[in-house]
């Protein structure tokens, strides 16, 4: 199983593009979702789904767009980007039911100029 | 603010030595408490976890001690070898919302292993 994965591994935006970070998972995992990770601070929730078709919105939800058409799949999208999203992006599954052991991608590395 | 928190943001042991990683919490109604490792340019890895009606949890080479007395987790790793070093996140489930709402992260503790 290649886990969770995330494309692309970088990424550099002007203020006021749009974006999408890919997010896709081997594991049929009901569970995903994305968090952003600034220095000096955790993890926080930018939204969640517990299955295809359901999404939510998690701590930090202003400025994504997220859709679970497939179980394997949970892109997040970037509707116009601002520096305060310049930030390392983490998408995560997991089990039904055992939300405590989530499973991380690498990340992706976002700069909004 | 944040309602799980580290005392250190920087911990150095010796190679060999145990180490123990220190948070605290502050919502008491959380149901389960959960130990991340971050190591560098990768994303988070679960450790182990703990629910709240426990004091302590024995993984392989790692304890987890809760104290809800005084809202404080500790993570202890024996015999510390390099492939710890990483910075080390402590979480809280609140379990609200069925628990699917995400967990809770503290802002990491570095530790570093001398040789």
């Known amino acids: 199983n290649a886990g969770v994965t995330q494309t692309p591994k970088f990424q550099v935006l002007k203020t006021g593009q749009s974006m999408t970070l890919q997010c896709a998972q081997d594991m049929n995992h009901e569970y995903m979702s994305w968090y952003r990770q600034d220095p000096g601070m955790g993890l926080r929730l930018i939204h969640y789904s517990v299955g295809a078709g359901i999404t939510d919105q998690g701590e930090v939800p202003n400025g994504y767009n997220v859709s679970r058409s497939t179980t394997e799949d949970f892109p997040l999208r970037l509707l116009s980007a601002a520096p305060s999203q310049t930030s390392v992006y983490f998408c995560a599954s997991g089990l039904a039911g055992d939300y405590n052991e989530q499973f991380f991608g690498p990340g992706t590395r976002l700069t909004v100029l | 603010g944040e309602s799980v928190g580290l005392h250190l943001p920087t911990l150095s042991v010796q190679e060999g030595d145990n180490s123990i990683i220190n948070c605290a919490y502050s919502n008491s109604a959380s149901d389960y408490f959960i130990w991340y490792k971050q190591e560098s340019g990768k994303g988070p890895q679960f450790i182990i976890d703990?629910?709240?009606?426990?004091d302590k949890r024995q993984g392989q080479r790692v304890t987890v001690l809760l104290n809800k007395t005084v809202k404080h987790l500790s993570l202890q790793i024996a015999a510390t070898q390099p492939g710890d070093s990483a910075v080390y996140f402590c979480?809280?489930?609140?379990?609200?919302?069925?628990?699917?709402?995400?967990?809770?992260f503290g802002k990491g503790t570095h530790l570093i292993i001398q040789p």
């Open positions: 703990i629910r709240s009606n426990m």
């Open positions: 979480a809280e489930n609140p379990y609200s919302g069925g628990g699917a709402d995400g967990l809770t």
